[in-house]
């Protein structure tokens, strides 16, 4: 087994990738979701009866969406590019099959037309729903798949400067719970704000318990740190909790329509205060670790970046949450979505060039606009992902896809079947017990580096490892939600 000290260094110094080459990430679970999709409808149509049993839709969603996701960061990483490509030429060859064979053929242009008129429902919206789940797939995969060298090293995060997968994989999953935050969702405060805020502080008791078990289970058995990715006490879960309490309490005392205002005022602020005080200079330069704060300065100063995007999300989740039912409004949407992220991209250059690079480290302002601007270009990659999906189902007047939008000839006697093929799908699963589900990941990943060398392990049995791993994930995760159990002990 490697050493703790080689495990670090395995993890340690790493500079991350382009941000072309983490954009081009985007596009992949999209796809899967699609071909997932697709291959529903193709089976309806081939006369197939739905819903199969709980296993076979188990290992439908596991190799159409993430066994490809395990495989796209492991022995496909280098083709990439082809893989999506592949993949998607096969989708958009099957959705013209699927076209060609309507019972009322009439041109493309008019079916098309006559769509985008048309009503799409759902009670929440299905593409936000997808986003959060694929977020915390990719980070379950990611967090285990680091220490086997399959894993490239430019995914990995960053050690001052760069943009890694992993580093955007963190940001992600803030910017994924502020989109359907309360504030967001557009729910009334009860009571005073002051009790409103007691009570978010109160409802947080799980995260930082889940963050003292981490650091007692880390220092009792050994498992290597990185110290300089949070400190030699914090991790992710205390900041987590410190994010959601902090923007409650911004959130009670100015109107949530000031968000996307106060996200720009924050990471901002923050940015001045480290070019023109010495916090940069503490948080990369100064090597001492003695007392809580300079043990601990990267986990408690990048909270205020973490805030920032935290922020950032609610903004963008009131946007989604409003009311809309006809699908040229959702097609608006998605063009938004995609003009912002441009936007935002091009104000990262700028700061880039005349700031200062992405730094997860810090939180600072350049990684707190990647961070949304990704957020927002994958956010679209899946949504034009779902209304493809939607059309698929208009043109094979099939609906039960789970996950996803439906359309509006869908008839009340469908709607138990449809019940039951929610019920069967593992994005459903996941969305359910989306804590437990990242919970999980990080005990069997400790326990995987216990058993496992990790590091020297050859890359068919890690590729292996790595998708053993996540079959357990899901398998456990998907029985919870075929007996409806919903783990939440707060």
Request: net charge positive; charged share 15%.
């Amino acid at each position: 087994m490697a050493s703790s000290e080689g495990k670090i260094a395995f993890v340690s110094n790493l500079n991350g990738t382009t941000l072309t080459e983490v954009s081009l990430g985007s596009f992949l679970a999209p796809v899967c979701f699609l071909s997932r999709g697709l291959f529903l409808i193709v089976f309806h149509l081939g006369k197939g009866v739905l819903p199969f049993s709980w296993g076979a839709h188990l290992m439908l969603d596991f190799t159409t969406i993430i066994m490809p996701m395990v495989l796209s960061c492991t022995a496909l990483s280098d083709i990439l590019h082809f893989v999506i490509m592949g993949i998607a030429v096969v989708d958009f060859a099957v959705l013209y099959l699927v076209y060609k064979r309507k019972k009322n053929p009439s041109s493309l242009k008019s079916t098309i037309d006559k769509f985008i008129q048309s009503r799409a429902e759902s009670k929440m919206v299905p593409f936000v729903t997808i986003f959060r789940v694929l977020v915390n797939v990719k980070t379950a995969i990611s967090i285990l798949a680091v220490d086997f060298s399959v894993f490239p090293r430019r995914y990995a995060k960053t050690e001052t400067y760069g943009t890694g997968v992993m580093d955007f994989g963190v940001g992600a999953y803030v910017m994924a719970n502020a989109l359907v935050c309360p504030e967001a969702r557009g729910k009334n405060i009860q009571g005073s704000k002051i009790s409103h805020v007691l009570k978010q502080a109160v409802s947080v008791w799980p995260l930082i318990l889940l963050g003292f078990v981490r650091l007692a289970s880390v220092k009792s058995s050994g498992y290597h740190e990185h110290v300089t990715e949070y400190g030699v006490h914090w991790n992710f879960f205390f900041t987590l909790a410190i994010v959601r309490v902090v923007a409650s309490a911004l959130l009670a005392l100015f109107p949530v329509n000031c968000s996307g205002f106060l996200a720009l005022i924050i990471c901002g602020t923050y940015q001045v205060i480290l070019e023109t005080t010495d916090l940069k200079s503490f948080l990369i330069h100064n090597t001492e670790r003695s007392g809580f704060l300079l043990a601990n300065r990267e986990g408690v100063f990048s909270v205020v970046g973490y805030i920032a995007i935290y922020m950032a999300g609610v903004h963008v989740g009131c946007y989604l949450m409003q009311s809309r039912n006809l699908v040229k409004d959702w097609i608006r949407v998605i063009r938004n979505l995609l003009l912002t992220s441009f936007g935002l991209f091009l104000v990262l250059y700028v700061c880039q060039r005349n700031i200062e690079p992405v730094s997860r480290r810090m939180a600072n302002l350049p990684f707190c606009i990647w961070t949304v601007a990704q957020a927002l270009f994958f956010l679209s990659c899946i949504s034009i992902a779902d209304v493809v999906l939607l059309f698929a189902k208009v043109v094979s007047n099939f609906s039960l896809v789970p996950t996803s939008w439906c359309p509006n000839q869908n008839k009340k006697a469908d709607e138990k079947t449809r019940r039951d093929m929610d019920g069967l799908c593992l994005i459903q699963a996941v969305n359910r017990n989306q804590l437990l589900y990242f919970l999980l990941a990080n005990v069997l990943t400790g326990l995987t580096n216990v058993f496992v060398d990790t590091m020297n392990s050859r890359d068919v049995l890690a590729v292996s490892v790595l998708l053993w791993y996540m079959f357990m994930n899901s398998l456990v995760i998907f029985i919870l939600h075929v007996n409806k159990i919903t783990v939440k002990f707060w």
